[in-house]
T-cell receptor, first 116, second 115 residues
Framework: AQSVAQPEDQVNVAEGNPLTVKCTYS??????LFWYVQYPNRGLQFLLK??????LVKGSYGFEAEFNKSQTSFHLKKPSALVSDSALYFC??????????????FGTGTRLQVTL | GAGVSQSPRYKVAKRGQDVALRCDPI?????LFWYQQALGQGPEFLTY????????KSGLPSDRFFAERPEGSVSTLKIQRTQQEDSAVYLC?????????????FGPGTRLTVT
């Protein structure tokens, strides 16, 4: 079984400050990890993914995420937050070993609020 | 290019009615997924197609839920005899391949309200 935990329901940060949105995962094998962002009344937009290799993954809109195997974490980061980054963020995992069973398991989401 | 589209965007159904939700994936995408997103929750997997074959339907909550993708492109999720607990946003996603680290691209969703 695979699972994701996002321990913070909401993260508040001032514009220009760095932001971190936390995610931990559990899979039986190796993970593929994803971050998505959801704006109101819209579907999920893909931000970035970890497959293998470099533990620091860079994605869209200046976001990056750090994979830490020993801590089973995949935290989303951005050096300087913008008000327009305010949205709902979801971490998702898929077990590499599941072959064609490609479903993603999502966390419950973290609302990011960036204020001036 | 065009993304994943879903119709209708909003659907209100009386309890007991049947509904059909449509998904048009990105052209050429082999895999298609349906997820259910309850208010304040993350999406939960319902079912998965590789081309026209339904390879995983383990997430369908009851036999009232049925999905098809007869020609390997457009998909329809049908819910029979809707119940209030079926109220949710139904998200469709597609990806280029299967069995690999392909990201899924999501449509805007259909918000179903059962009264």
């Amino acid at each position: 079984a695979q699972s994701v935990a996002q321990p913070e329901d909401q993260v508040n940060v001032a514009e220009g400050n760095p932001l971190t949105v936390k995610c931990t995962y559990s899979v039986s094998g190796n993970p593929y990890l994803f971050w998505y962002v959801q704006y109101p009344n819209r579907g999920l937009q893909f931000l970035l993914k970890y497959i293998t290799g470099d533990n620091l993954v860079k994605g869209s809109y200046g976001f990056e995420a750090e994979f830490n195997k020993s801590q089973t974490s995949f935290h989303l980061k951005k050096p300087s937050a913008l008000v327009s980054d305010s949205a709902l963020y979801f971490c998702a995992v898929r077990d590499v070993g599941t072959g064609t069973a490609s479903k993603l398991t999502f966390g419950t989401g973290t609302r990011l609020q960036v204020t001036l | 290019g065009a993304g994943v589209s879903q119709s209708p965007r909003y659907k209100v159904a009386k309890r007991g009615q049947d509904v059909a939700l449509r998904c048009d994936p990105i052209s050429g995408h082999v895999s298609l997924f349906w997820y259910q997103q309850a208010l304040g929750q993350g999406p939960e997997f319902l079912t998965y197609f590789q081309n026209e074959a339904q390879l995983d339907k383990s997430g369908l909550p009851s036999d009232r839920f049925f999905a098809e993708r007869p020609e390997g492109s457009v998909s329809t999720l049908k819910i029979q005899r809707t119940q209030q607990e079926d109220s949710a946003v139904y998200l469709c996603a597609s990806s280029l391949g299967s069995g690999g680290p392909y990201e899924q691209y999501f449509g805007p969703g259909t918000r179903l309200t059962v009264t």
